[in-house]
C-alpha cells in the first residue's frame, strides 16, 4: 500500500483486499461489465448464474442455493431470517467474544460489541457459549477432548433453554474467531455442536466473512478444517469476496431455503447479484486459481508460522503462536506461566510496527493478540521483513523493562518490577 504522499507500507492485516490491492484482472472485470451495463437482479443476467454455479462449486454438493447481498452483515442477518423460518424458532447461541455484524440483529448476538453496553445488554434469546479457545479457555491444551468438553457446555445450554421453554433457532459461529483473539476451534468441536443442535430443530451457521475464500490454504473454507464429516445448514461470505467491492453471498441447502420461500413473504436485493458484482466476484475466484493463492497461502503460512514459533523460543512476551495458512495470531503476555494479557505491551508494537510503516492489529478480549490476516498474495519476503521487524522491537521493548530475551521465571518476575517505568516511558496510560 502507497500513502498521498507515495510512502510504502506492508499490509499485514487486509483481508478484504484479498487476491492484492488494485489487482488489474480484477479491476479490468469490474470496468468491463460496468462498461457494458449493470442493473438490478430483477433482470436476469448470465454473469448471475454463473458466479452461483462457481461459488457452489467450492462446497459442498447440498449446499446449493445462493443468496447475493452486499455486506458480512447483510449476509448475516439474513442467515438468522433463513434460521429463524425454518422451524419457526427464534433463540440463538453464539459464542464468547463473537462478532457477527454491525446491524441491530448482529449487535444482539455478537458479545464483543454488546458486552460493552453493560451486564443486562444481553437480549433473553441469546445465550453464550464458551470460546472453543485451548490457549486462554476452560479446556486447555492439556485437556484430553478439548473439542467434547466445549461441545458439551453447548448441549448443557440447550438443555437448560427447553427447561425454560425456549427453542433454539441457530448456533453461529465464525469457522475461526477473529475478532474474539484468532482461536481455531480443536477439530469435531463443530460436528458434536451440530448434532446436538439439529437434534432441537436448530440449524448450524458458518461465518465465513473473515476467514474464507482459501485463507487456510488447504482448503477453501475454513469450516472445512473440522473435517469432512462436518458441513454447515447455512454458510456466510463477505469480506474478500469481492476484493474491496461491496458484495456478499448467504448459501444454503434447498430445503432450508424453500421453508423462507414457503413463508409468503418475498425476498429482494436490489444490488445483491448484479452482473457487475458478479463480474467481479468470478474475476477474484479466477485469480485465486490461476495465481494459487491457496497454496500460496499453505507455503508463506507456514513459513512464517516459523519463523515466530522463533520468536516465542526468543521473547518471553510470546505466550502463543497459533494459525493456519494466512490466519495468524501472536498471543502477547506479561507472564508466560500464568498466561497474563500483555495489552499495553501490543498496544505499543503495533504503533511501533506503523513508523517503521507495517500495518499490524491487536484484538481479542484483551486487545493482546497480533492479528495475521494479510492479502494471499504476501510472500516469504513480507514474512520475514515483519518477523525481523517483531524481533527488533520485542528486544528494544524487553530492554526497556529489564526483561531479557530468555524463557525463564525471572524474567517476568523482572517485567512486572520495571514494566511501570517501561510504561511512563512511552506514556500510553
Known amino acids: 500500500m502507497f500513502d498521498e504522499k507515495g510512502e510504502k507500507y506492508l499490509d499485514c492485516i487486509n483481508n478484504v483486499a484479498h487476491v492484492g490491492h488494485s489487482h488489474p484482472y480484477v479491476i479490468k472485470a469490474a470496468t468491463k461489465q460496468m462498461e457494458l451495463l449493470n442493473t438490478n437482479s430483477r433482470f436476469l443476467h448470465d454473469n448471475l448464474v454463473q458466479y452461483a454455479q462457481r461459488l457452489t462449486a467450492t462446497l459442498p454438493e447440498k449446499l446449493s442455493v445462493c443468496y447475493f447481498v452486499n455486506s458480512g452483515s447483510e449476509a448475516n442477518d439474513l442467515a438468522l431470517r433463513l434460521a429463524r423460518q425454518y422451524h419457526g424458532h427464534q433463540d440463538v447461541i453464539t459464542l464468547e467474544n463473537a462478532y457477527h455484524g454491525h446491524v441491530t440483529s ?33 479446556y486447555r491444551e492439556d485437556h484430553p477432548d478439548p473439542a467434547s468438553a466445549y461441545a458439551e457446555d453447548v448441549k448443557k445450554i440447550i438443555e437448560e433453554m427447553q427447561k425454560n421453554g425456549r ?42 466473512v473473515q476467514v474464507g475464500f482459501g485463507r487456510v490454504g488447504k482448503h477453501f473454507w475454513a469450516f472445512q478444517l473440522q473435517g469432512k464429516d462436518f458441513v454447515p445448514d447455512i454458510v456466510t461470505m463477505g469480506k474478500p469476496i469481492g476484493n474491496g467491492h461491496p458484495m456478499s453471498c448467504v448459501v444454503t ?17 436490489t444490488f445483491g447479484g448484479n452482473p457487475v458484482s458478479c463480474a467481479i466476484g468470478l474475476a477474484v475466484l479466477e485469480v485465486i486459481e490461476k495465481e494459487d493463492l491457496q497454496g500460496n497461502a499453505t507455503r508463506v503460512g507456514n513459513y512464517l508460522l516459523e519463523l515466530l514459533a522463533e520468536q516465542k523460543e526468543k521473547h518471553p512476551l510470546v505466550g502463543d503462536i497459533r494459525g493456519v495458512g494466512l490466519f495468524v495470531g501472536v498471543d502477547l503476555v506479561k507472564d508466560q506461566q500464568k498466561r497474563t494479557p500483555a495489552t499495553a505491551e501490543a498496544l505499543h508494537l ?4 506503523k513508523e517503521h510503516q507495517i500495518l499490524l492489529s491487536a484484538d481479542g478480549p484483551h486487545r493482546n493478540i497480533l492479528k495475521f490476516k494479510p492479502p494471499m498474495c504476501f510472500t516469504m519476503e513480507d514474512a520475514k521483513h515483519v518477523v525481523e521487524t517483531i524481533d527488533a522491537l520485542l528486544t528494544e521493548m524487553e530492554e526497556a523493562t529489564g526483561m531479557k530475551t530468555e524463557n525463564n521465571a525471572s524474567t517476568n518476575a523482572q517485567c512486572k518490577i520495571k514494566i511501570g517505568v517501561w510504561q511512563s516511558k512511552y506514556k500510553l496510560f
Open 350 to 353: 503495533i504503533y511501533k510496527l
Open 253 to 269: 441447502t434447498r430445503e432450508i431455503a424453500e421453508s423462507f420461500g414457503a413463508s409468503g413473504l418475498e425476498y429482494f436485493n
Open 106 to 138: 448482529l449487535i444482539d448476538i455478537s458479545p464483543y460489541k454488546f458486552n460493552q453496553l453493560g451486564k443486562d445488554s444481553k437480549k433473553e434469546f441469546v445465550h453464550v457459549a464458551p470460546s472453543p479457545d485451548i490457549y486462554r479457555g476452560k
Open 167 to 208: 427453542k433454539i433457532a441457530a448456533f453461529i459461529a465464525e469457522s475461526m474467531q477473529s475478532c474474539g483473539g484468532q482461536v481455531i476451534p480443536p477439530v469435531g468441536y463443530f460436528q458434536k455442536v451440530a448434532e446436538y443442535v439439529r437434534a432441537v430443530g436448530g440449524v448450524f451457521i458458518a461465518d465465513e
